[in-house]
């Protein structure tokens, strides 16, 4: 009997991402066995992904608003926001590090023999373009949209303000934001229910038409980059949850990591996670007006997966092009285009062609490089979006720590707060 209630327990506390990888390996299996089956299951995957991202854009909007509109203590949401800062900076700077590292032990390129197809890259933005792009958009439409995440989260912080400033949460427009944060996120459970089906009918489509192009020339790279991304994972995500929240903290993350992890895998999209991010969040014992800034801004900022990613692609084409990738300069140009190209596409599925163009043209390289690296964001992307996404939960978990302190988590589960 003990050992049927351990087997229970173990199928109650996985059972979202056992059915997620469940979906997901019987949806390869179609699409290796069978791709023109793959290619007929591709509606079910888009309805799903679809459903995802259309509650994205509602759910970062009023979850803002309504945690920096019902926060009747400034103090704290500087201190949530600085707290987030310094994490997405300490968590980059080893990601940083650890990818410069690896690239010189383990060339990506080595061995490869690329022929190189013509492309035409589109022109640069400047800087000020770049920063006026990111921040900010021309028309009020615009902000609904999931491209343009950063402009949508400071509009929702400047509202909760706002709203904070004419009466809180005890204002009609507050008590509003609390009832719409609390049906989105029924709203998400939901959706939650048909994610099996949703990503197994993805990947079916997914392998029937991208599998061979995992193999070849670009093999070197994906040999390179994915146990660089498993060893950040082992590594280090246990190190966050530690100084979060110590053993208890690893506990914790270790419980509740799969469902974002396996999700943001398959959707190869941050914003897309963000929903299953904020149940991860709460099961853990985050709390809410915590995970309510630090997610939506982890979408946009917190992209540890594609610093290691970018630092990537950019070592390769030095490799193609027989150049040599050492020296500080060129690793702390490195590390600022591979920053810029992670923060201009965030959010995306699939990448974009955006960071890849940055890369290229910042670099100087040929425009023939363009579609190399435009091959590998597709390959690289599954596991970067897996860092990023994944990573943003350990990250919420690394503000509360700094916002309320060492047993932050001790005290939350001795309350009783939290299973």
Known sequence: MA???????????????????????????????????GQFLKPAGDIFLNLLFTIVVPLVFVSIACAVG?????????????????????????????????????SP???????????????????AEMIVGSLTVSDFPDLWSKSHMLPLIIFAIITGFCVASCGGENSPVGKLLANLNDIIMK??????????????????????????????????????YYPLCLLYVVIFFPLYAFFSGGKLGVRRMLKYILTPAVTAFATQSSAATLPVNKEACDSIGVPKDVSDLVLPMGCTMHMDGSVLSSIVKIAFLFGVFDLPFSGAGTYAMAIAVAILSAFVLSGAPGGGLVGEMLIVSMFGFPAEAFPLIATLGFLFDPAATCLNAAGDTIASMMV????????????????????
């Open 3 to 37: 050992t049927q209630n351990g087997k229970q327990s173990l199928w109650q506390q996985y059972k979202t991402p056992i059915l997620l990888l469940g979906g997901i390996a019987v949806g390869s299996l179609i699409g290796v066995i069978a791709p023109s089956a």
């Open 70 to 106: 019902s926060m009747a203590n400034m103090k704290r949401l500087g201190k949530i926001l600085g707290g987030t800062v310094a994490a997405f900076l300490a968590t980059g700077a080893i990601a940083a590090a650890c990818v410069l590292t690896w690239v010189n032990l383990f």
């Open 109 to 127: 390129s080595a061995g490869t023999n690329i022929q190189l197809a013509a492309a035409e890259v589109g022109e640069p933005q400047t800087a």
């Open 187 to 224: 709203f998400v459970g939901v959706i939650m229910t048909i994610a099996p089906v949703g990503l197994g009918a993805y990947f079916a489509n997914l392998i029937g038409e991208f599998g061979p192009q995992l193999l070849g020339d670009y093999g070197r790279s994906m040999v390179v």
């Open 400 to 419: 509360t720590r700094l916002v309320e302190g060492r047993d932050w988590l001790a005290k939350t589960m001795s309350a009783g707060e939290r299973s």
